[in-house]
């Protein structure tokens, strides 16, 4: 466990050491404030709700998600550190854990510098606060599987751009399974089975099922699953570079 804090700790505090930081999460709160009350039109709706603000999260998270992932082993890889890294006196797990953990903590400090816009809704209304924590925790799972996803990308590559384009790439590609023009490229005999395919790893239908204000097992499950599931993956790709 301490050789995973170390780990996590070294990477935190590195996402300060350049802008990074500052422009992802002041992207990240500008974004999520300008779909809260000017895309949807809060005011003429004259509804105090944070739906909109979560309504746009899948898609900004995929886009913002592969900004924090794209660096944590294509980086290491570019400037000649990975193999260096290897020799630790840590496991490979402990490294993917670690780096991961710190990822999603950058990511949680995003999703709390918005949490004024939570407190503006309640000062101009009465939402629902349960569902609005609910999709907060939502919005947290969907981040770390995002950020899996990336890591998993960026051990694969040793280019910084190039993890980000094919992770943002495969982010948008887990959020469109259940789209119908997917389902058009299959042959008739195939749909059905693809459509409860699709619709079962689709990120949007489990975290539209959680902003519904119901955080039911099968969603957290999946989000859990899938995160644990990419970064033994991670641990793979790493395993087969350290046994070359």
């Not at 301490?2 to 992802?24: D, H, K, Q, T, W």
């Not at 033994?232 to 570079?241: K, S, T």
Request: aromatic share 14%; proline share 2%.
């Amino acid at each position: 466990m301490n050789g995973i804090l170390v780990v996590a700790r070294r990477e935190f505090f590195s996402y300060f050491s350049s802008a990074l930081a500052v422009v992802f999460i002041g992207v990240f709160v500008a974004a999520n404030g300008a779909a809260t009350f000017f895309v949807s039109d809060f005011f003429g709706r004259g509804q105090a709700d944070l739906t909109a603000f979560f309504s746009y999260h899948p898609w900004l998270l995929a886009v913002l998600m592969p900004a924090i992932g794209m660096r944590l082993w294509a980086e290491e890889r570019r400037a000649g550190t990975l193999e260096l890294l290897l020799t630790l006196p840590v496991t490979v797990w402990q490294l993917v854990l670690g780096k991961f953990l710190a990822g999603w903590a950058f990511a949680a400090l995003a999703l709390a510098m918005t949490i004024p816009i939570w407190i503006t809704v309640n000062y101009l209304g009465e939402p629902d606060n349960g569902v609005i924590l609910a999709s907060y925790i939502g919005s947290l799972l969907m981040a770390g599987a995002y950020l899996a996803l990336s890591c998993c990308i960026s051990a694969l590559t040793g280019n910084v751009v190039t993890a980000f384009v094919l992770s943002v790439a495969a982010s948008i590609l887990m959020l469109m399974f259940t789209q119908e023009s997917l389902l058009t490229l299959l042959p008739t005999w195939a749909a059905g089975f693809a459509t409860d395919f699709a619709s079962g790893i689709s990120f949007s239908r489990h975290f539209d099922a959680i902003t519904r204000g119901v955080l039911e097992f099968g969603d957290v499950l999946f989000f859990v699953s899938f995160i644990a599931l990419l970064l033994f993956l991670n641990c793979q790709v790493l395993e087969a570079r350290r046994d070359r």
